[in-house]
């Protein structure tokens, strides 16, 4: 069984510009929840999508957004870069909501952005 | 609210050695918790977990016993080895009534030296 892909696994971006980064779960998951990983502030929950529906977000700017479409694929948008923005950003996939106690997240490796 | 505290790092221990990672928690209600161990250049894997207290969580000789009395998961190896090596992230879940997402804490980075 294939695990979460992430694409792509590196990038690197310029202050203002914008960035799409996507993430393919495992089959049969249905949630996506995405994560930032920072030297200085570690792994912090960005949101994450349930059949196609935002469920829970975390304390980020509005310029974080995201999205999951029909085949529960998942994309997150980060509009008018900073340097701050640069880290790993980590997307996780599991069967069911993240509401749902017993519910196993399983990680792809994530995206390095880089910004300049 | 919830909130996850780890020892810092890095910690560096010749093979074979014993091995203890705190971990103490803040949660309301009875959270899961959950040790994830990141490799150099991988995403996240779980470890082990435990959703209940008392329970032990137990993966590839790891474990960790929930204490509710001490609020901790501490993670703890017999005997390192070099493969061991990575970055260790202790972790929780609250479902009741709050978002269900994880809460990680720090993060501590083991070498183990051959």
């Known amino acids: 069984k294939a695990g979460v892909t992430q694409t792509p696994r590196y990038l690197i971006k310029t202050r203002g510009q914008q960035v799409t980064l996507s993430c393919s779960p495992i089959?049969?998951?249905?949630?996506v929840s995405w994560y930032q990983q920072t030297p200085g502030q570690g792994l912090q929950f960005l949101f994450e999508?349930?059949?196609?529906?935002?469920?829970n977000k975390g304390n980020f700017p509005g310029r974080f957004s995201g999205r999951q479409f029909s085949n529960s694929r998942s994309e997150m948008n980060v509009s008018t870069l900073e340097l701050g923005d640069s880290a790993l950003y980590l997307c996780?996939?599991?069967?069911?909501?993240?509401?749902?106690?017993?519910?196993?997240?399983?990680f792809g490796p994530g995206t390095r952005l880089t910004v300049l | 609210g919830n909130s996850v505290t780890q020892m810092e790092g890095p910690v560096t221990l010749s093979e074979e050695a014993f091995l203890t990672i705190n971990c103490t928690y803040t949660?309301?209600?009875?959270?899961?918790l959950f040790w994830y161990v990141q490799y150099p250049g991988e995403g996240l894997q779980l470890l082990l977990k435990?959703?209940?207290?008392?329970d032990k969580g137990s993966n590839k000789g790891f474990e960790a016993t929930y204490r509710k009395e001490t609020t901790s998961f501490h993670l703890e190896k017999g005997s390192v080895q070099v493969s061991d090596s990575a970055v260790y992230f202790c972790?929780?879940?609250?479902?009741?009534?709050?978002?269900?997402?994880?809460?990680f804490g720090k993060g501590t980075k083991l070498s183990v030296k051959p």
């Open positions: 089959s049969g998951h249905r949630s």
């Open positions: 996780a996939s599991s069967r069911t909501s993240g509401k749902q106690a017993g519910n196993e997240q399983f």
């Open positions: 435990a959703t209940k207290a008392d």
């Open positions: 972790a929780l879940r609250n479902y009741g009534g709050s978002q269900g997402n994880l809460i």
């Open positions: 949660a309301t209600g009875y959270p899961s």
């Open positions: 999508y349930f059949s196609e529906t935002q469920r």
